[in-house]
Structures are given as C-alpha cells and as structure tokens.
C-alpha cells in the first residue's frame, strides 16, 4: 500500500526547507518542536546569525536526550509489565495444575 507524499514548506532558523511526508499534519508539528528547541538553544546565547551549525547540533543532541529518557523510562514500564504479566502467567499454570 503506498502513501502519498505530501509536499510542505517548513521554515526553521529562517530558512524555508520542503519536505515530502505521508503524514504532513505530523510533520508540521515535529517542525515546529525542532523550530521551538532551536530558539532555545538561540535564547540560551548562541549566535543566531553566524552559528547556525552549532544551533542545529545542540538542538540535535537536546532531542536525542530526550529521546534517550523517554526510551529508558519506557523499557522500565515495559519491564514492569513483563514481570507482572510473567507473574500472572505462572499463576494460572499453578491453578490449573492444582485442578487437574
């Protein structure tokens, strides 16, 4: 099955960028986050004008650590179900062998 790609103008540091996605309402949203950490990098006091590669980098590494807590914080949610589900598995197999 194959998707559409849509075209759409994006706009970040003040370039505009067209980017090719089936999904242009989440890649409209996903530009905007990466225009948001942008300005805070800018805010923290890089250089907007002259250092828009060391913006683009430390934007980059903001995003990875947040991607990196949140595939920490989900692999121990997902441990915990897995114990739990485990648990719960090895309880029935016990109550069934207690009725056979």
């Given at each position: 099955m ?9 706009r970040l540091?003040?370039q ?23 300005q ?18 430390f934007?980059?590494?903001e995003?990875?650590?947040?991607l ?5 914080k989900?692999?121990?949610?997902l ?5 739990k589900?485990?648990?719960?598995i ?11």
């Amino acid at each position: 099955m194959n998707k559409k790609l849509n075209v759409k103008r994006i706009r970040l540091l003040g370039q505009d960028y067209l980017i090719k996605s089936s999904e242009s309402a989440e890649m409209l949203k996903i530009a905007d986050y990466v225009d948001k950490k942008m300005q805070e990098v800018i805010d923290s006091g890089v250089d907007k004008d002259s250092q828009q590669l060391r913006i683009a980098v430390f934007t980059c590494l903001e995003i990875a650590g947040e991607l990196f807590l949140y595939k920490k914080k989900n692999q121990t949610i997902l441990n915990k179900i897995e114990k739990k589900s485990n648990f719960l598995i090895e309880l029935i197999d016990e109550k069934l062998k207690e009725n056979l």
